[in-house]
Every structure is written in C-alpha cells, then in structure tokens.
C-alpha cells in the first residue's frame, strides 16, 4: 500500500499553497488505488487509461514527447506529474493554462518564461513513488538558478552491503565524509550517506549544473551541520533537509535555495513546510484546473 504524493515548499508565496490545498483536500490515495487497469502496462502512477491520455494533454508537445518515449510507464507517469506540477503552480496564481510556458537551460535545468509574472524559481526531483517540487521567489540570478531539491528513497541495492555501496561512490565523497559513513553502524550510515547526497544533488541542481559539477568538491559534515564548497562555507544558502514515509518505505531529500547575504544555514522542514498530495487525486485536480 504505498501513496504517490508530490512534494511543494513555499518561500514567500504561501498563498500559493492555500490555494493548492482547496483544491487538493482529499486524503492521499493509495497505489492500489492508483494502479493501471484497462491495457497499460503495470506500473503507472495513476488509474486508468484515460487519466493518463488526459494528463498528457496538459503538457507541451516536447514534454509529451519526451515521457512517450520511455520504456517504463512509471517512468513516463513520474515525469508527466513532474511537469505538471510547475503548471499547476501557476494556475494557481491565477495565469491562464494557455499562457503558461517554460524553456530549459544547456544543461537541462526547467524554468519558467511566462511573461507579466513575478519571477520564480522551481525544481522538480522523483524517485521511486515521489516526486517533489520546490518552489521560491525568483529573488537572486536568473530564475533558473536558486533553488534545487533532491529526494531519494532510503535503500541500497539488493544483496549489497553498506560498505560497498558506499565505496562505489566513495569519488563523489570527501575524505571525512566516506570515514564517517564507514565507522557509522549500517543503518546510521545509510540515513547519513542520504543526507549527505541528496545535499549534494540539491545544492548543484540549484546552480543548475546537476552532476556537472564535481560532488567531491562539496562536503556535508552532518555533526557539525556545516557545508563546505571546496573548504569554504558558500554564502546565502538555505537548506532544508526533509523526510516522508510512505508505509515501510522511507524517503529522505533535501532543497537548497539561494537567498543572498552572509548567512548559510541547514535546517530540518518544519511541519507546515511541505504539503504531500496523491498523484491520483492531484492529476485529476490538474485536469480540472488545466483543461
Ligand atoms: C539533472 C540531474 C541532476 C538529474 O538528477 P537525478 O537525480 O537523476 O534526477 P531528479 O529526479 O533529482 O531530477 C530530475 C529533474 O531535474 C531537472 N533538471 C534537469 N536538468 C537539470 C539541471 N541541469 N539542473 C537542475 N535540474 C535539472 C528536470 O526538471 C528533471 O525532471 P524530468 O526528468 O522530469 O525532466 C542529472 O541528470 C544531471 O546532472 N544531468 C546532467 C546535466 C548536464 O550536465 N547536462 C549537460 C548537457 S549539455
């Protein structure tokens, strides 16, 4: 029994999420709920054909393109709510589903382009049955560049141990970092190794350079609570480290915005912070709202 929920943060702009929430009140459905019958294969996100050919009406033609290339219908349903999303954040700031419009960097970061808004800034992640949306006023740099989330369920490979996971990626960990992992009991260390990566990936997919950037080059020292960018702390971050349970399953992710000045700081999300809907009950309000 596992639920599809998505994922927004709000920085400024909380009406946004009173709107979203009148719309989207239902309680969370649950994959059983969700999953595909009629001819699709397994694996979709939501019910039924018709939701899907509906929901991917709502996207642009590249985007369409793009999610009916996939092999893996979860796959294509992950990154069809994922492109939804941002729509639906704008809809809900009252632009008009047809004004709505986005371009991508080189390096393949999304952002919004639709004109006579405020700018803001948004990035989207999945993993396995989430996926999740930060958002933020477009305050520092171009929109695209500040602010990145990143979520990933807490598991290693089958018939992996810790230590072997860890020191596969050990390239992409600093010194301190893989010694830390690597004297931490299994289960401290997997939490940890999460907390550390999804730091990593949300502080670069903020910047907009994803894996382009090396993640040896970023330490995460969880005792401390210091982030360091090649030794030194970066200024005028935001971090917000998060956690979800679906049943058995846990998800850990982080966001990271740019908000200028001196400070940096890492906080854990407080309870207001993060609003989780199911993707069943969520695509059919973007449907709604899109159409
Ligand atoms: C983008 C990237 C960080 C995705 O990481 P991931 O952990 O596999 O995936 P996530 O689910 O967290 O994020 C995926 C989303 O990130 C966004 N994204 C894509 N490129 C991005 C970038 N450069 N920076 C930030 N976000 C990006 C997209 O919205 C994407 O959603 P989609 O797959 O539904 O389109 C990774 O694929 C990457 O770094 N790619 C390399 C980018 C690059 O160097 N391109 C060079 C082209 S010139």
Redesign the pocket.
Known sequence: MMNIPSVTKYGGVPSLIDHLRRFLQTPPAHLDDACLGGDLPSGCLFRGIQLYQRAILLVDPGSRD?IQRFYRRDDAC??LI??ILPRMLLRQRGVPAQAISFA???????YITTPGIEPIGF?????NALIAMAFAPGRHGPPPFNI????MKVQRPANESFISFVSVLRSQLTNMEFRLLVTSPPDQGLELFFWMWTLK?AY?????????FDFARIEYNIHEDVVLVDGKVPKGWHFTKFELSDGDDRYQGVAAEFFGGDRTEIVMAEPNWLVQYSAQYFVQAAIHELV
Request: glycine share 16%; proline share 3%; hydrophobic share 25%.
């Open positions: 793009r992950r990154t994922s492109r991508s960097t080189q390096a393949g970061k999304p990035n989207v992640s999945h993993d990145g989330i990143d979520v990936e670069t997919k903020a910047l907009g350079l994803g894996l382009g």
